[in-house]
């Protein structure tokens, strides 16, 4: 599987549009080469790099498995989001507090249509245990 973004190349930076500093709208994403057993998707982005250890941007899952792609600014018809550390059940772009952090967006083809009572604290337990394949980009942000 390949994740790929119309709006950042892999390991580049991001747009401030998609961060605290800009619009703060997420980035679109598109993927190919799914597994035929995918029977839904999960999305996750995360800052491995922040100070009280990695920081929760947006958690999205139950995301139907006959779409490739979710564009700049929206969330997939019937697809649901978990509350991120920010406190929103939304995306949260970057805004580190200081350096260059590094934010990963994972995509998850999973085993499985519905996924139930997830939080930002079990979200990634749960979604492993359903994952078939995975795959992920990642983008660069140092706030000016």
């Not at 996750?44 to 790099?49: A, F, G, H, L, Q």
């Not at 100070?51 to 139950?62: A, C, E, F, N, R």
């Not at 995306?91 to 519905?114: K, M, Q, V």
Request: aromatic residues 10%; negative net charge.
């Amino acid at each position: 599987m390949k994740l790929k973004s119309e709006d950042f190349v892999d390991n580049s930076s991001i747009p401030s549009e998609f961060t605290c500093d800009g619009r703060n709208v997420s980035p679109q994403l598109s993927w190919e080469d799914v597994p035929e057993e995918t029977k839904s998707f999960a999305l996750s982005v995360t800052d491995p790099d922040a100070p009280g250890g990695s920081w929760i941007h947006w958690l999205v899952y139950d995301i139907s498995n006959e779409l490739r792609k979710i564009e700049r600014a929206s969330l997939p018809e019937g697809a649901k989001e978990v509350v991120n550390d920010f406190g929103k059940r939304s995306y949260g772009g970057p805004s580190p507090p200081s350096g260059t952090h590094r934010y990963f967006f994972t995509i998850y083809a999973l085993d499985t249509e519905h996924l139930e009572g997830l939080n930002k604290r079990n979200f990634l337990d749960k979604v492993e245990k359903h994952t078939i394949e995975k795959a992920a980009i990642k983008g660069l942000y140092k706030r000016r």
